[in-house]
T-cell receptor
Framework: DAKTTQPPSMDCAEGRAANLPCNHS???????VYWYRQIHSQGPQYIIH???NNETNEMASLIITEDRKSSTLILPHATLRDTAVYYC?????????????FGQGTELSVKP | DTAVSQTPKYLVTQMGNDKSIKCEQN?????MYWYKQDSKKFLKIMFS???????INETVPNRFSPKSPDKAHLNLHINSLELGDSAVYFC??????????????FGPGTRLTVL
């Protein structure tokens, strides 16, 4: 079973920031938070991951709370092409090569 | 260049048939995976291979047999297809190890329809 909880759906206006929350209250100290997304009819795509510090890359920013029980993925300027299902996944940092456990994810709709 | 490719993209077949789905990655990764996404869109791991050796088998029926001829390929053979096998099957690969992100790269998927 997935160890994360996400809202099933969210809307965002094009050009605005999309903030996608994730709860992972049972996360352990060895576990990373990963975010993937799946655009309709495509394979999942890696976005970003973090352990306890905030992270940023060319796609998004990841904000992890100090107690690590929740995180937020931020798409700073959402476009129509960001419409997708976003998955927050908790994964043991020492379980290299292990499976990803996908939950239901958040279906993000970016609207013009 | 496609990093992880799968063939075919679509597969329609009758119950009871045997079929194969092929996966190839050109990323130099040593770990490959098969995931199944059902009609309710749940994505679930089926198998993973590291250097041609099976390391994860998630209680998948024996009718499913992965085969890894080399590190770059992981094919999925399905015997005696059933209606419930209809799904989208995704192949993925990664390069686990110290200092890596162990990011999994997914193929485009194969939509299997069993009639």
């Amino acid at each position: 079973d997935a160890k994360t909880t996400q809202p099933p759906s969210m809307d965002c206006a094009e050009g605005r920031a999309a903030n996608l929350p994730c709860n992972h209250s049972t996360i352990s100290g060895n576990e990373y938070v990963y975010w993937y997304r799946q655009i309709h009819s495509q394979g999942p795509q890696y976005i970003i991951h973090g352990l306890k510090n905030n992270e940023t890359n060319e796609m998004a920013s990841l904000i992890i709370t100090e107690d690590r029980k929740s995180s937020t993925l931020i798409l700073p300027h959402a476009t129509l092409r960001d419409t997708a299902v976003y998955y927050c996944i908790v994964r043991d940092r020492y379980n290299q090569g292990g499976k990803l456990i996908f939950g239901q994810g958040t279906e993000l709709s970016v609207k013009p | 260049d496609t990093a992880v490719s799968q063939t075919p993209k679509y597969l329609v077949t009758q119950m009871g048939n045997d079929k194969s789905i092929k996966c190839e990655q050109n990323l130099g990764h040593d770990t490959m995976y098969w995931y199944k996404q059902d009609s309710k869109k749940f994505l679930k791991i089926m198998f993973s291979y590291n250097n041609k050796e099976l390391i994860i088998n998630e209680t998948v029926p024996n009718r499913f047999s992965p085969k890894s001829p080399d590190k770059a390929h992981l094919n999925l053979h399905i015997n005696s297809l059933e209606l419930g096998d209809s799904a989208v099957y995704f192949c993925a690969s990664s390069h686990p190890g110290a200092g890596t992100t162990d990011t999994q790269y997914f193929g485009p998927g194969t939509r299997l329809t069993v009639l």
